[in-house]
């Protein structure tokens, strides 16, 4: 069974730094490219960044170019997604996604979706 297990979210305050990191059972991560996605309440997914699975190309959403970081450790099978400056209006609920995309920002191209991890950011 497929797993993928976000982990690092909480509360910070608006300006402050959070790095999520996303792991996976049930599925070799390194050999996939990986996603990050935010949803608010009531709304629907938002593409935020994506990682190829050698971690040669990057995707950025251009909300968060230049404050967001998407990086991965294959040794250790792990994605992770370093936020700075953050907004209180991304208080989200953080997913993180595996697949073989043929467009990396494209949601329906993930197959493989983590519970999602809720990051809170004070005004």
């Known amino acids: 069974q497929v797993q993928l297990v976000e982990s690092g979210g909480g509360l910070v305050q608006a300006g402050g730094s959070l790095r999520l990191s996303c792991a996976a059972s049930?599925?070799?991560?390194?050999?996939?490219?990986v996603g990050w996605f935010r949803q608010a309440p009531g709304k629907g997914r938002e593409f935020v960044a994506a990682i190829s699975w050698s971690g040669g190309s990057t995707w950025y959403a251009d909300s968060v170019k230049g404050r967001v970081t998407i990086s991965r450790d294959n040794a250790k099978l792990t994605v992770y997604l370093q936020m700075s400056s953050l907004r209180h209006r991304e208080e989200d609920v953080y997913y993180c996604?595996?697949?073989?995309?043929?467009?990396?920002?494209?949601?329906?191209?993930?197959?493989?979706w983590g519970q999602g991890n809720q990051v809170n950011v004070s005004s």
């Open positions: 996604a595996a697949g073989y995309t043929g467009n990396a920002r494209i949601e329906s191209d993930y197959p493989y």
């Open positions: 049930g599925l070799t991560l390194s050999r996939y490219t």
